[in-house]
């Protein structure tokens, strides 16, 4: 067995933990598509739907970061679990904003909390938020 995959603890080998990461990444990005009708609609206001495209292209390149293999690209370690942090952090904050105070040109979803597509997205996002946040302590720990 690949002893760089797999540590002395007997911790999950560092690519499933990545893939998981990045399985989260995409279906944030997934959810957000499903919410707005579709990759070629936009969603209104435009300032909330270029938000969306960003959380979308954000989600990919998330993934991606993850997957990749450490020497394929010069960023630090650490860059794909604080990106799958803030592509968690950020759209349940909007969530949360949406259904409490509204946002400026979009108060129709005050008080909806029973819609299932963001109640999808708040528990992918939390996970990504929790994996993420414990992959950057434990690589801080081993520094």
Known sequence: MNSALVSARGAAPEFAVR?????MAVA???VHVADQGGIT??????W????YRLIEVGGVL???ILLLPRQAWPGPGWLGWAAGALLGVAPLLGY?????VGLPG???DIGNWGDWLGTVSLLVEAALVMLSVSMLL????RR
Do not use: E, N, S
């Open 96 to 100: 949360i904003a949406t259904r409490t």
């Open 19 to 23: 893939f998981a990461g990045a399985l």
């Open 48 to 51: 909330i739907g270029w938000g």
């Open 106 to 108: 979009d108060q129709a």
């Open 41 to 46: 609609v936009m969603a209104d206001p435009a």
């Open 138 to 141: 434990a690589a801080r720990q």
């Open 62 to 64: 998330t993934a991606l």
């Open 28 to 30: 944030v990005a997934a």
